[in-house]
């Protein structure tokens, strides 16, 4: 019951907080309820694991997406979207996706792009680093910045 309160208090207290801030209470409130709904469905930052063998096999041999501080188009199917908040005031998201090579990459944004689970996207971006993920299986895994959105292509044909 202890750690129910102390969520409970720590929710009141980010709430005024906000408030404090001059951000809407509601939208807050609105953003936590949505963020406990799906935690349930959704996997914990620093314990996610790979859901499926069949995806892990795609990515289980990953090379890194480009060298560090070279900028480039990529095309990739996006794997993740998640919606993260570092305190009240920051939300941002993380994308994760892997290219026709089966390279895996990720980068956060504070803009929610209209893509979804399973998209074909174009984006170009900036490598920021590569190395094995402590989250992903130890896959090579490629951090992307400067991120500008170009096109959403939609979900592949499967005929």
Known sequence: MADKNYSR???????????????NPQDVAD?????????????????????HQHFYDKVKNSVPMGLVDSTD??????????????????VYYL????DR????????HPEDYTIELGDCFLFEGTVESSMKSQYD??????????????????KPDDK
């Open 9 to 23: 208090e720590l929710f009141y207290k980010a709430l005024r907080k906000s408030a404090t801030l001059g951000y």
């Open 31 to 51: 953003l936590y309820w949505d963020h406990i709904k799906n935690w349930q469905n959704e996997w914990d930052l620093h314990t996610q694991k790979f859901p």
């Open 73 to 90: 188009e990529y095309f990739v199917k996006l794997v993740t979207k998640k919606t993260l908040a570092s305190n009240v005031s920051d």
């Open 95 to 98: 994308y994760k996706f892997y």
């Open 101 to 108: 090579q089966g390279n895996l990459g990720y980068f956060f």
């Open 137 to 154: 299986e130890e896959v090579m895994t490629t951090k992307f910045k400067n991120v500008n959105y170009i096109r959403n292509y939609g």
